[in-house]
């Protein structure tokens, strides 16, 4: 079995402090930022808002694995994952739109794992190759918005 790397790092989507829309199912944590609940992430399974991009290949009680494909200039529409692992199959590049649509561009390498937070987010295929990824998304543990977009973490050697 061949190793998978993550180091894959992603830096904030936003500037610290800068103002989000509020929307249904968001809230404010301690420090006044507005953060997304499970509800509103359940209104917007990316499953459901966009299905020719994801699809449902396993799930339990604990865990649901989804599989995400596209082509370059492709796009999907704002949705929500809760705690999830990412699981890169092809390397690609991607344009990611964080709820106040400030943007964020990032190059993801096929063989790579990494941990994604909570997000909303919508997404775009800027580079010139198909995406392929599993997200194996939590159904238990933290379930707020962290600000970050994409896939986050330590590497694993």
Avoid: C
Avoid at 61 to 89: F, I, M, N, Q
Avoid at 118 to 134: K, P, V, W
Wanted: aromatic fraction near 6%; charged fraction near 20%.
């Amino acid at each position: 079995m061949r190793a998978i790397k993550s180091d894959v790092a992603v830096p904030a989507a936003t500037a610290a402090g800068a103002a989000r829309p509020a929307s249904a199912g968001r809230t404010s944590n301690p420090l006044g930022e507005a953060v997304m609940t499970i509800d509103s992430a359940a209104a917007l399974d990316p499953a459901v808002t966009n299905p020719e991009h994801y699809h449902v290949v396993f799930e339990n009680e604990r865990v649901r694995v989804l599989e995400y494909t596209d082509k370059p200039g492709d796009r999907t529409t704002r949705h929500a994952h809760p705690d999830s692992v990412l699981v890169v199959l092809s390397s690609f590049r991607r344009r990611m739109y964080a709820a106040d649509d400030s943007s964020h561009d990032l190059e993801l390498t096929a063989g790579k794992v990494g941990w994604l937070a909570a997000q909303q987010h919508a997404g775009y295929n800027i580079g010139d190759t198909d995406s392929h990824a599993l997200f194996i998304e939590l159904k238990e543990g933290a379930r707020t918005e962290t600000g970050v977009l994409g896939p986050i973490g330590p590497a694993v050697q």
